[in-house]
């Protein structure tokens, strides 16, 4: 059995606090603002399919969070041609 040292111990906690893991929900609100403080374009993008599809609206109006791992969110992301690099971005800008 090795032993650790108080400064072993202190190293291996700081960096087990540093390590953030990914976000994958987030609230409308949360997704909107991110949107229209960091990405406008995606914002305005997002805007227009909702008053385009019907199928946009319900699913909008129908969830509390979004979930970035949901199939239904997928098939969005994919309908207004957002990268998964750029959903990273929106993820990772969220707080």
């Known amino acids: 059995m090795k032993i650790i040292t108080p400064e072993e111990w202190a190293a291996k906690e700081a960096a087990r606090r540093t390590v953030k893991t990914a976000r994958t929900q987030c609230t ?18 997002l805007r227009q399919a909702y008053a385009q599809s019907s199928d946009l609206q319900f699913y909008w109006n129908s969830v509390l969070d979004l979930d970035r791992n ?6 969005l992301v994919q309908k207004l041609g957002v990268t998964s690099e750029q959903l990273d971005a929106i993820f990772a800008k969220i707080e």
């Open 28 to 45: 409308k609100y949360e997704l909107v603002q991110c949107l229209q403080n960091h990405f406008p374009e995606l914002l305005a993008s």
């Open 70 to 75: 949901n199939a239904d969110f997928q098939s």
